[in-house]
Every structure is written in structure tokens, then in C-alpha cells.
């Protein structure tokens, strides 16, 4: 179900009216009430229907522009339990990177971990010992200081394997976590880890040691359903099941007050109705897929903006599947498609074509120097007939009495992954091979692609701002290796790579990688999408990060106008 | 009647066994597993541990045993996501869901009686004509559109009313909130009820004014309020109690399609995701306690049959 693609009712007149008069009533109520409301902590929200009365009276009266108001975004089931070590599901997520912090956190600019809990950080030449200095300005929610404890305390329950943490196959290469005193934690590896930084940044926020030690990780705690404590830019104020979470501002957050006074996480289960939020002026941020922006693109109170999102769209193929061994045939795989329809059909446009499986927008990285395979009917097919593949009777191709037959498999829940195995099923047909496609429920297609039971399957799959997570995908034997890709090779460039200490000779090392994958087909390419962000207008404050980078930044949005 | 009761009881109670079993197995044999251990990320280890945490590494019938001895306990075990209880989980829940079931029955009693007898008094009218087009109207209208209009009309171009969820959080609570939410959600969730239960009394009421005793009330010159009062609407209603103690069940399973589009945090909902999540003990815990209030609301249906009406009999 998706919105028309026109506005079909006119929105103009009434709702204009409307609005200003209640601009002009709330601005004029909060002025009155202003000097006897307490400014802290903040009931910004006392007038139904104005979202910021706070932000506009003091814009009004020429003060500070930018503090107050609650903002309002979508996520789509209860967030529970919000607790790092034991949940990756993205809601959850989304709340604990405005709760917690985080040893580092991504720059906008340079897309390099920059400060955070840790103001400083070095590497020991052979790559082996990390140390991290703290701030020593940091307070829990409760009003306890912050120290060193409490990073060993979480990356030792993220280690500890009866946790069955998470986020534990993040950092298999850590021996252990020493706090050497209050404010500096070393990191002692068993290999180099050069993603560290980031690593860390983008994956687990420090836990309490004084509220969580000795408890059970994974129950029903107070702490991971009710009321979380964290170091970050808001606390807790309540969770209602089904319904909403609503933080208020921490007063004491070490990089100054947040400038809104609130959070609300509002539970909308239907992406057409997070469409229509956005419109009614009842939620103020959401990331929407191409398909739907057509419903609010042109929304005079909505701003789109988009940015290369860390994600690469590809078809995994299985390289232990007698039919895709041959790497000529892979590559023929890839000239047969014609991406650039794909990438309209699939993404709107709203990306580029891919090259090899590290992102264009880890672009320190990046080797723009790869062009994307053209599409190349003609050198597709001499490719296959190279590999020994001729036409039968019935024209599909065979080799030895076998067909080539094989299936597409892809989950259900997404529209863009459907456009992309329909098309690749036409493209592959013309090259004379048998695809069918197999539409299969999230959690049984989840099951095939990790007992590695598919031939080529839709995927899409988010990186780190740090090639390593190649490592994950594409090492032998490594444990998200869908497509069993096996390449010794590769293998070594992708450990010499995370060992690397020196920045210039590791962006060589991915670039070398780059060139072997893209020619050997670790994945058939598809494409780098854009994420696309839709904020109301008068949101202000966001850096160009996606969206779980740009959540640790929400000390500084704030409202205006 | 007291036997009767008792028999009906163990019946129910045998019904409710057969339904949860019938779960368990098609949960067992489904393709695909619990989404917690789908993780690409986690290794094999930490799969096995987890698999082992949640007693997913016993053998079916183990499980199966272990659930029922939870259930005669009065405990339904925990949710696999949230390691929660399940009855906290389900009863966090379930006020919601009632409260919008019983508004919406309340609304589609309230409009569909009236009209259905109205309709059958001035039978072949364009009044009844129009009601029962505007019946067929409701009937076939699927609900997640005319959920998605009324969002688009109601809070999108007149911004007059909310577009999901129960309350306007961040807001101290009022009914006048309350009831903006409980608006549009209700209208759709009744409209179905409404048609079904107007065509119902309708023909019901059409029924009982062709019978004997109606034509001697009129014989006796009795005035037509009485005649409608006293003699027809008694009978007429006793099958439509019966299709309202079929919708009873509604009031705590809750409407799948309203809650998911109306952001409403009922238990319709949370079954979806457990659905969705493969979360066992929450989809089991769900179909239990539907199951249970389907059999007892047919129970008190016929027990308020017999009431109604002297000459049906218990037992």
C-alpha cells in the first residue's frame, strides 16, 4: 500500500489559516506565561497543536533563537529492551544513541571517529594496545560520575559469552579491557583491530557499572525495560507500550544542555502513516524510501534531504553453487544487467551505480577510479560461452547435461529488493539462463541465507565508516559470508588491512582489494543508495549523517521559527 | 442448570486445548524461526547459547509439555524479545484494545439497531432502500483504505484530528485528547459491525412483524409504539445478541489492520509483531486468551438466550 502519487486532496486555505492563528495565540499565551513558568526541564508542549511555543515566543522576542520544543520522530515497534549489549534491532537502537554515549562518534565531514566519552586515543606501533583517555566532566542520569569502570564493565558483558552478546563478533580480536585509572581504558588485542574507533562509535553505548553489576544481563530488568540510565544528551522520562517513549533533556550533559527540551519517540507500525504524520505536522523527522517521497516531496512544510548513505544493494551469489564458480561467468552475470534501469527502477535514481562492495560514501576509501560494468549483452554471453555454456534445444544454456536453472530469493517486506530480483530475472532470461524467482517471509529467507541454502539472493547490507567490515562479508569462511566467497588474496588484503597502522598504506591496501573484487565478482553490483531524510522545515541543526550517526548529534538540533 | 454448565465448561475447556495445540503445531512446523536467532551477525556460539536460553534446544514435545505445565500454572512464560511475562505483556496491552472495542460496538449498536429497525418498519422505502445500500456500502469498503482516507482527510488536509496512537504523548492526559484519538479508529473499526448487525436486525425484525401475535396486537388496536415495544423488538433481538456475543471476542484480540494503521497499542497489534518476530510465547499467550473469551462469550450468549426467551431451555 503506498500513497498516490499526487496530493489527492487540495491542502491550501483552510490549514493556512489555521496555523497562523495559532501561531499568533501560542506566542501570545506563552509570552504572558512566561515569567511565572520555570524555564528548566521545560512544558514546552502547553498549548494543544502548537508543537514549539517555547522556540517561536523566544524567536519572537529576540533571545537565544534555539532553545526548547520536543521533537517528534517515528520508530516502528516498542524499543525494548534498551540495553546495547543484548539488542541490535533498530529501534531500539535509535533511542539508545540519544540515551547513551559512545567511546567516539562519526565527524560529518570527514566520516573519521572524532570525540566523544574518549577525548583522546592512540595505537601502539604493532597495533596490539589501544588507549583511550576519558572526559572527566561525564554524569550518569543519577547523578554518579562516570569513569573508566564502566567501559571495562561493558566491553567486559559484551565479551563474556554466556551474555551471547550482540555485539560480541565486533570484537572477537579484544583479549580484554584493562581500566588503568579513572580516566583511561587500554584496549589489549589478540590481532589489530584498526577499526576500533569506529567500530566502538557506531556500536555499543557505555553501560553503568554501579547499577548493573552483578544483575542478569539479558532479564526484564528495571534498567532494560522501564528506565534505562545512560551519559547522554536525554534520559528517560517514560516508555508506554505500543505508544510512545519520551525523554526530557539531561541538564547536565558535558557538551552543555541539549537546545530542545524533549524527545518523543512516537511507535507508528505503518510507513504510509509516518507519511502522513510528517504531513499533518505530528512527527518532524523520518527516513523514507524512494517510493514513498513522491507523497511528500512537495509538502511547502517539509525539507528532503539527502545524502550517500554507508550501504551497499547487490545480489549475494553462491560461489560454492557449481554455477557461479567460474568467475567469467559471475562477471557475465553482472555485464547482463542493465543497472542504470535498475537503479531508476529500485531506488528512484536517488544513488549511483555500484563498483566493488565498499560504498561510494565511504569515500576515503572509495576507489573512484573503478567504472561501474557497462551493460554488455554481446560480451555477457561470450563471457558464458567462454565458461562453456551453450544453447540446448530449448535454448536456455547447459554444460554437461546440466541446466542453467537457479533461483532468485528475496524476503517480502521490501518494494526496491522486489524491483531488483524482477528486473535481474528479465536481464538473465536474455542471456539464455532459467531464473525463477522465490519470495520468501523475512525469517525463512533470514534462515536460508545463514545456512547458506540460496543460489543468488537479493541483499542489502549497511557498513561501518570503516572498509573492515569487509571482513565480515567477504573473508573466507567469515560469518555474514553468504555467498561463500573464497579468495585467499582477498583474504589477505583484508587482514593486512585492519592491521595496518599507517592511514596511507591502508587506503592502498582497500584500494588493491577493491580492483580484485570488482573483477572476481565478490557480489553482483547493484547499487549505493542515497538516504533520504524528511524533516519539518523548522528543524534545524542536523549534520549530513544518516540516521543512526546523526542521532548522536541531537544536543545540538533545535527548533526555528 | 448447574450441570449444564459444568458440561459446557469442560467442553470450553477442551476447545481451548484443541486451539492451543493447533497453534503449537503450526508454530513448530512454520518455516523460518524466532527473528532473535536470525541474527547474520551472531556467531554460531552465541546462536547455540541463546537457542539453549530459551529452551529452544529441547525436543518438541518437551516444549510443548513445558508450556502446558506453565499454563496450569497460571504462567505463560516470557516474551522471547523483551523477556517480559507474557500477561504483563498482554494486559499492558489489553485496555487499550477493549476500549476501543467496546466504543466501536457501542457505536455500531447504537447506529445499526435504529436503523435496521427503521428499515424494516418502512420496508421497500427508499429510507430502507438507502440503509441497506449504505449496509452493502460498509460491507465491502476494506478497512485499511477507509483508515488511510479518514488519516488523509481527517488529520492531513483539516489537521482537525490525530492520525494514530491512543493520546498526544507529552501532554497531560484529557478525555477530550482521549476521545480525538478514539474518533476515527472507532468509525472504521465499527463500520463493518454496523452493516453486518443492520441487515440483522432488519430481517429479524421483518420476521417478527409478519408473525401471528403481531397481527392480533394490531387486531386489538394496540397503538404501534406498543406493538414495536412490547411485542416485536423482545423476540427480534434475540439473534442479534447472538451475533454480538460473536463480536464479544473482538473486544480483547483486537483489530489487527485498525491498530497497525492507527498506531493504536492494542493487543491486535502486538500479536502482528509477535507474528512477525516469531515470538512464541506471546503468540501462544495471545491465542489462549482469545481463545478462552470466544468460548466463554458464546457460553453467556446462550445462557442470555434462554433468558430472553422462556422457551428455549438449558441443558
Not at chain 1, 538473465?428 to 532459467?434: A, F, P, S
Request: net charge positive; charged share 20%.
Amino acid at each position: 500500500v503506498s500513497l498516490p502519487e499526487h496530493q489527492p486532496f487540495p491542502t491550501t486555505g483552510i490549514r493556512l489559516t489555521r496555523r497562523g492563528l495559532l501561531l499568533t495565540l501560542s506566542a501570545s499565551l506563552v509570552a504572558a506565561c512566561t515569567p511565572t513558568t520555570p524555564s528548566a526541564g521545560g512544558s514546552a508542549t502547553a498549548v494543544p497543536g502548537a508543537p514549539a511555543p517555547t522556540a517561536r515566543a523566544t524567536a519572537a522576542s529576540g533571545a537565544n533563537v534555539s532553545t526548547g520544543g520536543t521533537l517528534r520522530l517515528p520508530i516502528s515497534i516498542d524499543p525494548i529492551p534498551l540495553n546495547g549489549v543484548i539488542s541490535n534491532e533498530l529501534s531500539s537502537l535509535l533511542v539508545r544513541r540519544v540515551l547513551f554515549s559512545y567511546l567516539t562518534r562519526v565527524d560529518p565531514a570527514t566520516k573519521q571517529a572524532v570525540p566523544d566519552l574518549a577525548t583522546k586515543w592512540d595505537v601502539s606501533a604493532d597495533g596490539l594496545t589501544w588507549t583511550f583517555t576519558l572526559r572527566n566532566d561525564v554524569k550518569w542520569h543519577d547523578g554518579q560520575p562516570f569513569s573508566a569502570d564502566d567501559v571495562k564493565f561493558t566491553f567486559d558483558q559484551i565479551l563474556d559469552p554466556a551474555n551471547s552478546s550482540v555485539e560480541r563478533s565486533n570484537y572477537l580480536d579484544v583479549s580484554e579491557v584493562v581500566a588503568v585509572d579513572p580516566r583511561m581504558v587500554r584496549f589489549q588485542m589478540k590481532n589489530p583491530l584498526m577499526s576500533l574507533p569506529i567500530i566502538t562509535g557506531a556500536t555499543v553505548g557505555i553501560l553503568p557499572k554501579h547499577l548493573l553489576q552483578g544483575k542478569p544481563l539479558r532479564d526484564a530488568t528495571e534498567f532494560n525495560n522501564v528506565m534505562p540510565i545512560g551519559t547522554g544528551p536525554f534520559k528517560m522520562k517514560s516508555i508506554t507500550s505500543g505508544s510512545d517513549v519520551q525523554l526530557v533533556a539531561n541538564e547536565a550533559f558535558y557538551r552543555g544542555r541539549p537546545k530542545l527540551d524533549a524527545v518523543i519517540f512516537k511507535i507508528v507500525p505503518d510507513s504510509n502513516v509516518v507519511l502522513a504524520q510528517l504531513k499533518s505536522g505530528e512527527l518532524d523527522f523520518a527516513t523514507v524510501e524512494a517510493g514513498d517521497l513522491a507523497a511528500v516531496q512537495n509538502d511547502p512544510n517539509l525539507v528532503l534531504k539527502e545524502y550517500p548513505a554507508p550501504e551497499w544493494w547487490y545480489y549475494v551469489v553462491n560461489e560454492k553453487n557449481s554455477l557461479f564458480s567460474d568467475k567469467r561467468v559471475r562477471q557475465a552475470l553482472v555485464y547482463g544487467l542493465d543497472r542504470d534501469a535498475i537503479l531508476k527502477a529500485a531506488a528512484l535514481n536517488h544513488g549511483v551505480s555500484m563498483t566493488a562492495t565498499i560504498p561510494s560514501a565511504l569515500s576515503d576509501w572509495y576507489d573512484a577510479s573503478l567504472k561501474p560494468y557497462p551493460f554488455d549483452v554481446a560480451k555477457a554471453k561470450s563471457l558464458l560461452s567462454d565458461a562453456g555454456w551453450m544453447p540446448g534445444s530449448d535454448s536456455v544454456l547447459q554444460k554437461a547435461g546440466q541446466k542453467f536453472s537457479f533461483k532468485i530469493s528475496l524476503d517480502n517486506t521490501s518494494a526496491a529488493r522486489k524491483q531488483m530480483a524482477v528486473l535481474a530475472q528479465q536481464y538473465w532470461k536474455t542471456l539464455g539462463l532459467d531464473p525463477t524467482i522465490d519470495e520468501l517471509s523475512r525469517t525463512v529467507w533470514a534462515q536460508n541465507m545463514t545456512n547458506r541454502t540460496i543460489d543468488i539472493s537479493v541483499a542489502n547490507t549497511p557498513s561501518s565508516w570503516d572498509p573492515d567490515t569487509q571482513r565480515r562479508f567477504y573473508l573466507s569462511n567469515a560469518g555474514s559470508n553468504f555467498g561463500q566467497y573464497s579468495n585467499p588474496d582477498a583474504d589477505k588484503l583484508l587482514n593486512a588491512g585492519v592491521a595496518e597502522t599507517d592511514t596511507s598504506k591502508r587506503k592502498s591496501i582497500y584500494v588493491q582489494y577493491q580492483q580484485l573484487v570488482y573483477d572476481d565478482v565478490n557480489a553482483i553490483a547493484g547499487y549505493y543508495p542515497n538516504e533520504l531524510r524528511i524533516t519539518a522545515k523548522k528543524l534545524q541543526g542536523l549534520p549530513d549523517l544518516p540516521i543512526r550517526d546523526v542521532m548522536t548529534y541531537m544536543d545540538q538540533w533545535y527548533f526555528q521559527g | 442448570v448447574q450441570r449444564y454448565l459444568a458440561l459446557r465448561l469442560l467442553h470450553a475447556l477442551l476447545v481451548v486445548w484443541v486451539v492451543a495445540t493447533a497453534t503449537f503445531t503450526l508454530l513448530v512446523l512454520s518455516p523460518g524461526g524466532p527473528e532473535l536467532l536470525l541474527d547474520p551477525s551472531m556467531s554460531a556460539e552465541d546462536r547455540a547459547t541463546l537457542t539453549h536460553n530459551l529452551g529452544l534446544d529441547q525436543p518438541v514435545y518437551v516444549q510443548y509439555a513445558r508450556w502446558l505445565v506453565g499454563v496450569a500454572h497460571l504462567d505463560l512464560g516470557r516474551s522471547f524479545g523483551t523477556r517480559q511475562p507474557v500477561a504483563t505483556v498482554i494486559f499492558e496491552r489489553l485496555p487499550a484494545t477493549a476500549l476501543l472495542g467496546l466504543a466501536s460496538l457501542a457505536l455500531a449498536l447504537g447506529v445499526a439497531v435504529p436503523a435496521g429497525i427503521l428499515a424494516a418498519r418502512r420496508q421497500g422505502s427508499w429510507l430502507d432502500r438507502g440503509l441497506m445500500f449504505a449496509s452493502l456500502v460498509g460491507l465491502s469498503i476494506p478497512s485499511f483504505w477507509l483508515a488511510i482516507v479518514l488519516i488523509l482527510v481527517g488529520a492531513v488536509t483539516l489537521r482537525a484530528l490525530p492520525s494514530g496512537g491512543m493520546v498526544t504523548p507529552g501532554e497531560p492526559f484529557s478525555v477530550g485528547d482521549l476521545v480525538k484519538h478514539l474518533l476515527l479508529p472507532t468509525i472504521v473499526l465499527a463500520l463493518l459491525t454496523m452493516a453486518e448487525l443492520a441487515k440483522y436486525t432488519r430481517s429479524s425484525v421483518l420476521g417478527v412483524l409478519r408473525r401471528d401475535y403481531v397481527r392480533t396486537a394490531r387486531g386489538k388496536g394496540l397503538p404501534e409504539r406498543t406493538i414495536l415495544l412490547r411485542h416485536t423488538l423482545r423476540n427480534a433481538l434475540v439473534p442479534v445478541v447472538t451475533v454480538i456475543g460473536l463480536l464479544l471476542p473482538r473486544l480483547v484480540g483486537g483489530a489487527v489492520v485498525t491498530e497497525t494503521v492507527f498506531s493504536w497499542p492494542g493487543v491486535g497489534r502486538l500479536s502482528v509483531m509477535a507474528a512477525f518476530q516469531r515470538d512464541y510465547p506471546v503468540v501462544m499467550g495471545v491465542t489462549l486468551m482469545v481463545s478462552v473469551v470466544v468460548v466463554l462469550s458464546s457460553l453467556l450468549v446462550d445462557v442470555l438466550y434462554a433468558y430472553l426467551d422462556p422457551r428455549i431451555r438449558l441443558g
